[in-house]
């Protein structure tokens, strides 16, 4: 055992500094192990009993973290209090704690994470601390404790609040971390809950090596010289205010894709400026070394911050600042007339990106353009719906297994939306797939029929015969003939009762959920349901007697749960022994608000449905309409119906492929395996890092479904075009042009997820604009009362709220200025009043602008072996990646030859050679190996190589990974 991992006699201290008389409290050690066992896990144990405590801690051999919790715990809702160390697999709730004791104050030098501080890095934080404790004092709070983390500081306040005043706690440490959290030290705002679990004081911080510069320390607390006061709860109520008044009176933008260069206004006018750093979730924060309204405070205490719906907020945390504001930033940071230059209103929806031909497999792209240049429509109405179709009809016949050697699957049913105008054709466009599938379905139907004709037959024979033997069985009974009982028993147990057909479905328009679920149970590979009109469907999740309805849809989502129907009001039971569902339709834009609105607000619509849809298009529409009037292609028509067909049959050719968790599976070749974990690396860091707003986050982390579902749809497409299964489907692995077009396809549909998102239009900035262009035209005069905008009733400004709400985006951007007027002061009372002041030169300058988010993905993304603040720019989007792939691909493939069988088109050059079981090993090799040099990685070894044992590659991969 090594003993300098705790030191009793800090631990002592801590305990009673911390802990009062009869508390208890639960001591846990994070991969922890005892002297006397190998076993790893978590150690932990409640104890009322200092003594106790001392004597368990040296049974510790090693571990990585040691933490208690801070708030006395209730020891009649826990397990009994035992005082002993044993290994625990619960944590401490909320709801077992008695009351607030301490609000700890957490502060954290910024730092690679999973790593010790260094000496520099610990000393920034004591400054930090002395800064907060100094603005503390001032406000009037008593005396703290102060601690040392091991590799931060932690300042302890002795209060006495109820459990259920948590949004106070945490508003007291939103408002310091708005304050002082800069981009080198950090105030921690997740530390607010009741049950939060504290360094022990007295045991040794271990993170990441112990090396001289990031050092393993001992934690130590200080005891207080004299007896700690409470901070009364005012003075809690004053600090947390000061956050949610910042946020109340922020700016108003709230619009998905829509933004203000307010940071690089902000920039120009103040070189010094720190930031942006991220606060609070997704929003980013500016620290002024030199408060901009006070030279005297040059301790970072001043800052402005946007926040997530594109609100600005500023402030300075000292008194002589107090009630300043982003309105009066932004006069400094436009000065001149009192006006200075207005920020435009961002206007229309963020742009999306074109679906290009090149993303529909070859073999498909002549039918899709066909339709799609005679029916006037997008392409991306038909690719959508086509893919999302594919997806369906593979189901479960096929999965993928997107790691080398992990056993995660993925199942292709992919969910689908079409968002569009009335009258666009989108319905139309729809059918012309989904017709194919009716087709297939209506064949599938009538040999149904046919299987329950013959079912008919043999069940009534069945019933002959067997009122038969039960008559001769009756008569044999009667007579006590053992004899003939034995025999006719005999032969009743050998009748065979024929087995209903199963209905095999493909799709289905309208049914209800439980009719879905006897349907999937008959249907193991999963079906799709798709409703022309997706309002329809959500409208009856809302209906009486129909809330577990919503839910159900979302447990078919992944396509490999299980799910069991026990209901005894309705006397049904069944198991559906994976729920495998695709969902696809069509919805206008204002519905598509409503369901939007109650995605994001806390509530049951806030359960990832939306986010489900990762197959949504939201696409621009033609402006001009051409007259387009000549036959189909029929010949490109077959060949799209005969791939359908044919991927319903899939799942009859996969004899010899990897089975996982009872799933066919396939794997990437190695070209494509790094590509994927290109991708993959950066995805997840975007959505762990808050790169967008929380639904989009959400949204995009249902990417890791899609990407590999579209890579192996891409694949079987090819697969059943091309017959490349026909000497049998064993070892059979993706290919990377397939990964890339799926990655290149998640860069087009994510464009597309920021325009639906803003469909969430927020009235307050809609208003403001359609008030900008009267206030342009001369239609009020300056100076005159706010109300007699209301009165006017133009569109989005019929209310006083609405006029008021306007008004507010406008006087924060800069165009106007609201002077409120209290009543006369004669005696005569009335009620306060305000006119409107309109910048001076509102007629001249412009007023909206297109502030969309634009579609170059060209973004920066973190370095895994730099800091957490060092970054380097990916130098091409992933459609240049997959366009480049596609291109050194048909440099040096032999064309398909030009004979038409029917279901393959003539010259098709889609298909490499390594994606083909009969090419020569070497030429696999030599394939995959100039696909990397295109990439710019270094091969990694085939799996057939390996001995099942992945090995940390980060170092010689993980950079090329990123910089694709």
Not at 399 to 407: C, E, Y
Not at 492 to 517: F, G
Request: aromatic share 8%.
């Amino acid at each position: 055992m090594n003993n300098k991992q705790f030191d009793l006699p800090i631990v002592s201290t801590t305990w009673d500094t911390l802990i009062q008389p009869g508390q208890t409290t639960e001591v846990r050690a994070l991969k922890a192990n005892f002297s006397d066992s190998t076993r790893t896990g978590t150690i932990g144990g409640y104890f009322n009993d200092k003594d106790s405590l001392l004597r368990e801690l040296p049974r510790i051999a090693n571990f990585e973290g040691a933490y208690f919790v801070l708030n006395p715990v209730d020891p009649a809702k826990i397990d009994p209090v035992n005082n002993r160390l044993e290994f625990v697999s619960r944590a401490t709730r909320d709801d077992q704690i008695l009351r607030y004791q301490w609000l700890i104050i957490d502060i954290d030098p910024v730092r690679p994470s999973g790593t010790s501080a260094t000496g520099e890095e610990l000393e920034l934080a004591q400054q930090k601390g002395a800064a907060i404790n100094q603005f503390l004092e001032e406000k009037g709070w008593p005396d703290q404790i102060w601690a040392l983390s091991g590799n931060g500081y932690h300042m302890l306040f002795r209060i006495d609040q109820p459990t259920d005043k948590k949004a106070l706690i945490s508003g007291c440490l939103q408002s310091l971390s708005l304050m002082f959290s800069d981009d080198k030290v950090k105030v921690d705002v997740s530390v607010g809950n009741p049950a939060r679990i504290c360094k022990l004081y007295g045991s040794e911080a271990r993170k990441g090596d112990n090396s001289n510069d990031r050092p393993y320390r001992m934690s130590k607390i200080r005891g207080p010289e004299t007896p700690i006061a409470i901070v009364p709860e005012e003075l809690l109520q004053q600090l947390a205010s000061f956050s949610s008044t910042m946020v109340s009176s922020a700016i108003k933008e709230a619009t998905p894709g829509r933004s203000s260069p307010v940071f690089d206004l902000i920039k120009d006018r103040f070189p010094d400026v720190k930031g942006p750093i991220q606060w609070k979730n997704n929003c980013s924060k500016l620290v002024f070394p030199t408060c901009p309204w006070n030279p005297d405070h040059n301790d970072n205490s001043a800052f402005v911050v946007q926040f997530e719906n594109g609100a600005v907020a500023a402030g300075c945390h000292h008194d002589s600042c107090q009630g300043k504001s982003w309105i009066d930033l932004r006069d400094i940071v436009n000065p001149g007339n009192g006006w200075g230059d207005p920020v435009p209103l961002a206007m229309g929806l963020p742009a999306v990106l074109p679906i290009i031909p090149e993303l529909i497999p070859d073999v498909l792209r002549p039918w899709l353009v066909d339709v799609s240049e005679r029916m006037q429509v997008p392409l991306d109405f038909l690719a959508v719906t086509f893919v999302t179709a594919a997806g369906s009809l593979i189901g479960r016949q096929v999965g993928i297994a997107p790691k080398r050697f992990d056993d995660w699957v993925v199942i292709p049913n992919l969910w689908g939306m079409i968002v569009s105008k009335p009258s666009t054709k989108k319905s139309p466009a729809i059918a012309e797939i989904l017709t194919v599938i009716q087709t297939i379905g209506m064949a599938l139907g009538a040999d149904f029929n046919n299987r329950m004709d013959a079912y008919s037959k043999q069940k009534k024979a069945y019933d002959i015969a067997e009122r038969n033997v039960l008559s001769q069985l009756d008569n044999a009974t009667k007579a006590n003939n053992q004899s003939d009982m034995q025999k006719w028993t005999t032969q009743l147990h050998s009748l065979a009762s024929p087995v209903p057909p199963a209905q095999k479905v493909l799709y289905v328009n309208d049914t209800t959920v439980e009719k879905l679920q006897e349907l999937l149970r008959d249907n193991p590979n999963g079906m799709m349901v798709y409703r022309d009109e997706l309002t329809g469907l959500f409208a009856t999740f809302e209906k009486p007697g129909h809330e577990s309805d919503r839910s159900f849809m979302l447990e078919g989502w992944d396509g490999k749960s299980p799910y069991t129907v026990f209901r005894i009001a309705q006397g049904r039971s069944l198991t559906i022994p994976a729920c495998c569902l695709s969902l696809f339709g069509s919805i206008q834009p204002g519905p598509l608000s409503t369901t939007i609105k109650a995605s994001v607000a806390n509530g049951k619509g806030n359960d990832g449905l939306m986010q489900r849809f990762s197959l949504t298009v939201y696409p621009d529409m033609p402006t001009v309409w051409e007259n387009v009037d000549r036959k189909p292609d029929l010949d490109a028509q077959r060949i799209g119906h005969n791939v359908m067909k044919k991927l319903t049959e899939i799942g009859g050719h996969t004899s010899g492929l990897e089975v996982i968790k009872g799933v066919p599976c396939i794997r990437f070749d190695s070209a494509a395996q790094a590509l994927f974990d290109a991708w993959h690396y950066q995805l997840e860091n975007e959505v762990r890092r808050g790169v967008d707003s929380s639904i989009l986050s959400a949204h995009k982390s249902k990417y890791t479904k899609l990407v590999p579902g579209l890579a192996l749809i891409f694949y079987l497409i090819d697969v059943v075009a091309h017959d490349l299964w026909n000497g049998g489907a064993s070892n059979i692995e993706i290919t990377l042009v397939h990964v890339a077009r799926a990655v290149a396809w998640s860069e087009y549909l994510e464009s597309h997820a920021y325009r639906v998102y803003a469909t969430d239009t927020n009235t307050d900035h809609d208003s403001a604009l359609s008030l900008l262009k009267h206030l342009a035209d001369g239609d009020i005069d300056d100076g005159s009362p706010t109300w007699q905008i209301t009165n006017k009733s133009w569109q989005g400004l019929g209310s006083t709220e609405q006029t008021k709400g306007a008004l507010q985006v406008l006087e924060d951007f800069g165009w106007v200025k609201v002077e409120r007027k209290a009543p006369a002061a004669n005696g005569k009372g009335g009620r306060p009043s305000s006119v409107v002041r309109l910048h001076p030169d509102i007629a001249t300058l412009p007023t909206l602008s297109n502030a969309a988010r634009a579609v170059d993905r060209k973004k920066q993304y973190t370095d895994p072996k730099s800091s957490d603040h060092g970054f380097f720019e990916r130098k091409e989007t992933w459609t240049e990646t997959f366009l480049a792939i596609l291109a050194q691909q048909s440099s040096h493939v032999d064309p398909v030859d030009d004979q038409t069988n029917g279901d393959q088109p003539a010259n098709d050059n889609l298909i490499c050679d390594d994606g083909n079981i009969n090419s020569s090993q070497d030429e696999s090799v030599t394939e995959s190996a100039s696909y990397f040099s295109l990439l710019n990685i270094p091969p990694r070894p085939d799996r057939s190589d390996d001995d099942g044992i992945v090995e940390d590659d980060s170092t010689e991969y993980g950079d090329q990974y990123c910089r694709l």
